[in-house]
């Protein structure tokens, strides 16, 4: 069912305050957007709380990020190249979440991908999560640095940063962002007892060849051979 504007607003805003609840971000840190029908994107505001936002304060903007309807004094995010180019590159892309999850955003910091293939969901949900080169926030580096990995990747650490996920629609980002935090926790709490037991390789790819039976859209970067 499409949900029309103001119940995507309504989500978006829900979104941001479950993200602030999970202690994700600090202050003004992440931001979330959304692809409309018409090819524009509704935006959260740059210099806001997650805990604060509301359905008005969002910015609609159009591809080039110029802004088509915002209040007065509200501008989109600082990080809307970084969410433009996920939706440039993926057709298949409808909303964009960025946050600082503070396990994830340690593996981050560390530039330790999350690439052992040790945890049943996550192998089928998301793969590996590769740690995308460092980027100054708010400049072309930071988009020039994830494109490469847009391909086959639907979540993605960014070094020194924190984490950025995509999918179909907004849920489906944020449970993506929630499927890495308890991934990046589960990693580390093996890490503490002595290292992640690995999956098989054959049973590896059946968890993978298990997507499609789950209804997991977006991409997989042992899911080729399976298309
Ligand atoms: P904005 O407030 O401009 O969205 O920036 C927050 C952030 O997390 C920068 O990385």
């Known amino acids: ?42 935006v959260t505001p740059t210099g806001i709380s997650k805990s604060f936002i509301t359905p008005e304060k969002l910015v609609q903007i159009d591809k080039s990020g110029k802004i088509l309807s915002a209040e007065e004094g509200y501008r989109p995010s600082s990080e809307i190249k970084m969410h433009l180019r996920c939706y440039q590159e993926r057709e298949d892309v409808g909303a964009v979440l960025h946050a600082h999850p503070p396990v994830a955003t340690g593996y981050a910091v560390a530039n330790r991908p999350l690439d052992e293939y040790s945890m049943i969901e996550t192998v089928i949900a998301l793969g590996s999560v590769p740690v995308t080169p460092y980027g100054t926030p708010s400049t072309e580096e930071v988009p020039e640095a994830i494109a490469p990995y847009l391909e086959e990747h639907d979540a993605l650490l960014l070094q020194n940063h924190g984490a950025l996920t995509m999918g179909t629609d907004v849920i ?56």
């Not at 959304?34 to 994107?41: A, E, M, Q, R, Y």
């Not at 926790?185 to 790819?205: F, T, V, Y």
């Not at 997507?211 to 991409?219: I, K, L, M, Q």
């Open 172 to 227: 489906t980002a944020y449970y993506r962002m929630e499927t890495l935090e308890l991934f990046a926790q589960i990693s580390l709490n093996a890490h503490l007892l002595g290292g992640a037991q690995e999956i098989s390789r054959e049973n590896i790819d059946r968890l993978i060849s298990m997507r499609e039976g789950y209804g997991v859209t977006g991409r997989h970067p042992g899911y080729k051979k399976y298309q």
């Open 1 to 42: 069912m499409e949900l029309n504007h103001k119940e995507l607003r309504d989500q978006i805003c829900d979104v941001c305050h479950k993200m602030w609840q999970k202690g994700w971000v600090a202050a003004n840190d992440g931001n979330v957007s959304v692809k409309l029908s018409d090819g524009t994107f509704l």
